[in-house]
């Protein structure tokens, strides 16, 4: 049972990047899925996330109408398609899934139970 987080990098501010959370021994269907984030020095942040179903998704205020969570359940992988990247949004990216009845507005890392390595974004301005 595994997740892997990928498609991190360096970009210029106001730029966009699309990270992609590939599960292996289970399927996401069903699952919830979140995406989380920690920058230097800051405790984890709840970024997004996805219900078991597809049918709801979830945004932190900070990224709400910037980023995008989709799921592609055939590939057994989630995105999370980020725009007009800042500075702010420098961190390690975490992808987490969790059971399909985890509230998706309680970002709350004791609730997701399976948790990928992380992906690094780096924004420049």
């Known amino acids: 049972v595994q997740l892997q987080a990928s498609g991190g990098g360096l970009v210029q501010a106001g730029g966009s990047l699309r990270l992609s959370c590939t599960a292996s021994?289970?399927?996401?269907?069903?699952?919830?899925v979140g995406w989380f984030r920690q920058a230097p020095g800051k405790g984890r942040e709840g970024v997004s996330a996805?219900?078991?179903?597809?049918?709801?998704?979830f945004y932190a205020d900070s990224v709400l109408g910037r980023f995008t969570m989709s799921r592609d359940i055939a590939k057994n992988m989630v995105y999370l398609q980020m725009n007009n990247l800042g500075p702010e949004d420098t961190a390690v990216y975490y992808c987490?899934?969790?059971?399909?009845?985890?509230?998706?507005?309680?970002?709350?890392?004791?609730?997701?139970?399976?948790w990928g390595q992380g992906t690094q974004v780096t924004v420049s301005s």
């Open positions: 996805i219900s078991g179903s597809g049918g709801r998704t």
């Open positions: 987490s899934a969790g059971a399909n009845y985890v509230p998706l507005s309680v970002m709350v890392e004791g609730l997701y139970d399976i």
């Open positions: 021994g289970f399927s996401l269907d069903g699952h919830a």
